[in-house]
C-alpha cells in the first residue's frame, strides 16, 4: 500500500517537561536512540508516565524534541509540520467525523489533496476491502459499533500511503474480546500493506501479539528494545523481567564457572545455569525464571513448600517457599501428572537453559 517502506531513526532524542507542581524541570523522554526498520512493526511499551506516547508524538510531529534529531527514511524531520511528515496517526479516541459516512470520512484526506473523484473513490473502495468494510460506505459512524469505528480510523490513515502509520494505544475503548480481534486484524493489514508501523501501549500480551520489535521503556529511557522472544526469555534487567509476563527472582553467587555455563549458588543449594558468560566467578547472581519454565517434583535442585494448589482447568497454579522467597509456578496439563498439595514438602525442577541469569 505504502508508495515506500520508510524506516525511523531517532538519534539522541529528549523531551524536558516542567513540573507543575515544583516548577522543576524533567526529562520525559531522555538521550534515545532508535532504529525502526523499514516495513517492520515496533511496539512501545511501558508503565504511565515513561515517555512512550511523548516518542510517539515527536515522531508524528505534534511535540517537538529539545535535543536530537528524527530521521524518517532518512530524512531529517524536525522541522516539518504534522501534515507535512510521510506519517499517519490512529488516535485513542478514533477523531471520526459524526456528521460524514464511512466513505467521506475515510476520503476526507484525499480531498484535502485535491485529488480526483475517480482516484478518490478507487483507494477508498481499496482500503475498505483491506479492512473489511466493504459494501458500508453510505452507514454513518455514529451507527458503528467500537471495532467498525476502530476500522474507520485505520482505513482513513492507510488510504493516505504514508510511509509510517502511527498508534496511539487505538484499542483502550474497546472490550476485552474486540481487543484481540482488532489486534490480529490491525497486524494482518499492516503485513498486507507492507507498512511500518509504531504502536503505543501499555498492554504486554498486546505487544507480544503484534510485534516484530518491542521496546520497553522506563522513565524517558529505552530498558530494551528486541524480538517478544528476546525480552521474554533474555531481559536485560528486572523491570524487563517483571514488566513482561510474571518472573520469579531468586538470589544468589556464582560459584563456578565453565565455559559460558557455570553454577550459582541459592541458599546453599547448587544450581546450574547455561549462560553466565556475562558474570566473574564469586559475582552476585539473580536468576529469573519464569513460572512455566520449573515445575514440581520429588527431586530437584531446590527443596520448598507448597502454599498455594489451585485446579485451573489446563494448569494446576502452585505457590512454593523456598527459603523466604515466593515462587510462582505454572504445570501445564496437570491431568496425569501428581498434584502436590498445601502444606507438602517438594522440589522445585528446573533446567539450566530455562534460567536466565541478570
Avoid at 484535502?112 to 468494510?133: F, N, P, S, W, Y
Avoid at 474497546?174 to 511500518?196: C, F, H, P, S, Y
Avoid at 519454565?293 to 513448600?305: M, N
Wanted: with cysteine; aromatic share 6%; proline share 4%.
Amino acid at each position: 500500500m505504502a508508495k515506500e517502506k520508510k524506516g525511523v531513526r531517532l538519534e539522541h532524542i529528549s523531551k524536558i517537561y516542567q513540573d507543575p507542581k515544583t516548577g522543576k524541570d524533567f526529562y520525559a523522554v531522555h538521550d534515545t536512540d532508535l532504529e525502526i526498520k523499514p516495513g517492520s512493526f515496533v511496539t512501545l511499551l511501558g508503565p504511565s508516565g515513561c515517555g512512550k506516547t511523548t516518542t510517539l508524538r515527536m515522531i508524528a510531529g505534534f511535540e517537538s524534541p529539545d535535543e536530537g534529531e528524527i530521521y524518517l527514511g532518512g530524512e531529517p524531520i524536525n522541522e516539518l509540520t504534522p501534515n507535512k511528515r510521510d506519517t499517519a496517526m490512529v488516535f485513542q479516541s478514533y477523531a471520526l467525523l459524526p456528521h460524514y459516512n464511512i466513505f467521506d470520512n475515510v476520503a476526507y484526506g484525499l480531498k484535502l489533496r485535491k485529488m480526483d473523484k475517480e482516484t478518490i473513490k478507487q483507494k477508498v473502495t481499496a482500503i475498505l476491502k483491506l479492512v473489511g468494510l466493504e459494501g458500508m460506505e453510505s452507514r454513518m459512524t455514529n451507527q458503528l459499533s467500537g471495532g467498525q469505528q476502530q476500522r474507520v480510523a485505520l482505513a482513513r490513515a492507510l488510504v493516505l500511503e504514508p510511509g509510517v502509520l502511527l498508534f496511539d494505544e487505538p484499542l483502550s475503548n474497546l472490550d476485552a474480546k474486540l481487543r484481540v480481534t482488532m489486534r490480529t486484524e490491525i497486524r494482518r493489514i499492516q503485513q498486507e500493506a507492507g507498512i511500518t508501523a509504531v504502536y503505543v501501549t501499555h498492554d504486554q500480551s498486546e505487544a507480544m501479539a503484534i510485534s516484530d520489535q518491542i521496546i520497553i521503556m522506563e522513565k524517558g529511557i529505552v530498558s530494551q528494545m528486541g524480538t517478544p522472544q528476546e525480552i521474554y526469555y533474555h531481559p536485560k534487567n528486572k523491570f524487563v523481567a517483571d514488566f513482561i509476563g510474571e518472573a520469579n527472582f531468586l538470589e544468589g553467587k556464582l560459584t563456578a564457572k565453565n565455559g559460558s555455563a557455570g553454577t550459582v549458588d541459592v541458599m546453599g543449594h547448587a544450581v546450574d545455569v547455561a549462560d553466565v558468560s556475562h558474570l566473574e566467578a564469586g559475582a552476585d547472581a539473580t536468576l529469573v525464571i519464569r513460572p512455566e519454565s520449573a515445575t514440581l517434583a520429588d527431586e530437584g535442585q531446590l527443596p520448598c513448600k507448597v502454599i498455594l494448589s489451585t485446579f485451573m482447568g489446563h494448569y494446576q497454579n502452585y505457590h512454593v517457599m523456598v527459603g523466604d522467597t515466593l515462587v510462582k509456578l505454572t504445570e501445564f496439563n496437570p491431568k496425569n501428572k501428581k498434584i502436590y498439595n498445601v502444606g507438602d514438602e517438594a522440589f522445585v525442577s528446573v533446567t539450566a537453559d530455562n534460567i536466565h541469569v541478570l
